[in-house]
T-cell receptor
């Protein structure tokens, strides 16, 4: 079963704009991960945030986590056409990951 | 190779046939995972191997699905008597060690089409 749900399901923006994607989950977690998937390819790990962290940065990526609301957000700043992809959150379930439904991001040049 | 390798990249077969999908994880990675991704959907967990421990098969959708792994190397996912609903991309991932805080490294998947 899928633990996380991303919102929105699809997002279209212009290059240079910021993109924000949200993930909600149901049960308590130890950490949450974000992945990117380009069309026809496998997933690529972007960032991991632990349950005792509230915010984490990696380059143009900023992830926040609110365990009280069981939600996380991924912000991509100054987007580029190459950021066009699907983005998934994944929460931990013992040694497995449970993936959300994904947000399809389209960045127009 | 440097990454997770899956073969074949595409497979088209007739309903009722058996198929075997292969995954070569990153060398040295002890944990290996199989997922199914239907068109436009998220990933469904299928099975997880951790070293020599018994695999976690809790995600396999039916007894037509089975998987094996030889030590800490190659894994095969077998689907018997395929049905049209089995059409999907099957993704394999590996991680250095098992654990909820480990990033998973994915192959590009096998796109399976059942006619």
């Amino acid at each position: 079963s899928q633990q996380g749900e991303e919102d929105p399901q699809a997002l279209s923006i212009q290059e240079g704009e910021n993109a924000t994607m949200n993930c909600s989950y149901k049960t308590s977690i130890n950490n949450l991960q974000w992945y990117r998937q380009n069309s026809g390819r496998g997933l690529v790990h972007l960032i991991l945030i632990r349950s005792n962290e509230r915010e984490k940065h990696s380059g143009r990526l900023r992830v926040t986590l609110d365990t009280s609301k069981k939600s996380s957000s991924l912000l991509i700043t100054a987007s580029r056409a190459a950021d066009t992809a699907s983005y998934f959150c994944a929460t931990d379930d013992t040694d497995k990951l449970i993936f959300g439904t994904g947000t399809r991001l389209q960045v127009f040049p | 190779g440097a990454g997770v390798s899956q073969s074949p990249s595409n497979k088209v077969t007739e309903k009722g046939k058996d198929v075997e999908l292969r995954c070569d994880p990153i060398s040295g990675h002890t944990a290996l995972y199989w997922y199914r991704q239907r068109l436009g959907q998220g990933l469904e967990f299928l099975i997880y191997f951790q070293g020599n421990s018994a695999p976690d098969k809790s995600g396999l959708p039916s007894d037509r699905f089975s998987a094996e792994r030889t030590g800490e190397s190659v894994s095969t996912l077998t689907i018997q008597r395929t049905q049209q609903e089995d059409s999907a991309v099957y993704l394999c991932a590996s991680s250095l060690v098992p654990g909820r805080d480990q990033p998973q490294h994915f192959g590009d998947g096998t796109r399976l089409s059942i006619l």
